[in-house]
Every structure is written in structure tokens, then in C-alpha cells.
């Protein structure tokens, strides 16, 4: 009995096993997902930030011949200085950023990245079925980490069931069965050729 439960567990982790394996795969497309997308926002910060060092390269060119004009003072030149000044470390810290997604992105995949492809036309439907109960519902029937754990506490049942049976009485059974043949030439009124058949069978009990 305890080997039967023995291969129940056995089986239960093996099906533990496909599923991780399948979760694992399923995390990793997630993640590599997640910083595709981090490259995105971070080349869009990027371009955001490289925009207001021009805007503000514009201001401090404007505030400068206005200054030289009369029209300001110095103090309004040290505004527009220090706020580029300002804008270009907003540009540097975008410029690590998007490395930094970049590389993120290449751990995962096996691959260096410069730059990626934009999302474009992306074809948004409409979710079916409608009702977020469903969907809830669904996620819980094909959430793979549920099913895992469900395994793995079924594995354990049968080795508890497995441990509890070696301490029940065992009954083994053994059988034979021999056919013996027999040649008499010393007694005439005995048939040349006799046969023997001999059949046994035996119960062996055993307690923990």
C-alpha cells in the first residue's frame, strides 16, 4: 500500500514540476514585457528632456541679446543660465535611464540593445467577456501558482498516507504450483509415466 501512495506523490510532483516550468516561462515573458515598455517611457523621458534643453538653449540666447540691448539686467541672464544648466542634468539622468532599461532589457533576452521598435497601430479590442467577475473567475481557475501549490499539498498527503501505512499490518501472499513426472519400469502394473502435481499456498504476516 505504501508504495502505491509512494507513486501517487511521486506523479503529483511531476505534474508540479511541468507547471512551474510553465510558470517560469510564462513570468519570463511578463518581465521581458515589462522592460520592453521601460524602454519606451525611458527613450520618451529622454526626448522630453532633450526638448527642454533646446527650449531653454532658446531662452538663454534670447535673455543674452536682451541683456546686451539694456533690456535686462544680469540677474535675469543667471535665471535662464541656471535653468538649462538644470535642464541638462535632467537630460543626463534620462540619457542613464534608457541605458540602463536597455540593459535591463538585454540581461533577459540574450541580446544588446541600442534602441527598439515603437509600438505602432496597435490593435486594441474590446475585452470578452465584459464582466470582471469572469475574468477574475478565470485567473483563479488558470493561475498557475494556485495549481502548483494544490500539487504540492497533494504530494504531501500521500507521503503522510505513505508513512501512516508502514505502520499497518502487511499480509504477503505466495503461491506455487510443480508438475512432476515419474517413469516406473519396476511395477508392470503401473502406467510407464505417472504424474505429480503439487500446488502450495502460503500467507505471511507481518506487524510494524
Do not use: C
Not at 516550468?21 to 519606451?40: M, S, W
Not at 473567475?137 to 501558482?145: F, G, M, Q, R, Y
Not at 510443480?178 to 500446488?199: G, R, W
Amino acid at each position: 500500500m505504501d508504495r502505491w501512495y509512494l507513486v501517487e506523490s511521486a506523479e503529483a510532483l511531476e505534474k508540479k514540476a511541468r507547471i512551474d516550468f510553465d510558470y517560469a516561462k510564462q513570468y519570463l515573458i511578463v518581465r521581458v514585457a515589462l522592460a520592453y515598455f521601460g524602454v519606451l517611457r525611458s527613450e520618451e523621458n529622454l526626448a522630453l528632456a532633450q526638448a527642454e534643453v533646446r527650449a531653454y538653449e532658446r531662452q538663454l540666447d534670447e535673455a543674452t541679446r536682451s541683456y546686451k540691448a539694456g533690456l535686462i539686467n544680469d540677474t535675469d541672464v543667471a535665471e535662464a543660465q541656471a535653468a538649462l544648466d538644470s535642464a541638462i542634468v535632467n537630460r543626463i539622468t534620462a540619457e542613464g535611464d534608457r541605458d540602463t532599461a536597455l540593459e535591463s532589457l538585454g540581461l533577459l533576452t540574450g541580446r544588446k540593445f541600442h534602441r527598439v521598435a515603437e509600438l505602432k497601430n496597435l490593435d486594441v479590442r474590446k475585452m470578452v467577456p465584459t464582466d470582471s467577475k469572469d475574468w477574475e473567475t478565470k485567473a483563479l481557475d488558470n493561475n498557475l501558482v494556485i495549481k502548483s501549490s494544490k500539487l504540492l499539498v497533494k504530494s504531501l498527503e500521500e507521503e503522510i498516507k505513505r508513512q501512516k501505512a508502514g505502520y499497518y499490518p502487511t499480509v504477503d501472499v505466495a503461491a506455487s504450483y510443480m508438475k512432476n513426472s515419474v517413469e516406473n519400469d519396476a511395477i508392470s502394473f503401473l502406467d510407464d509415466n505417472q504424474d505429480y502435481d503439487s500446488t502450495s499456498i502460503t500467507l505471511i504476516a507481518a506487524l510494524p
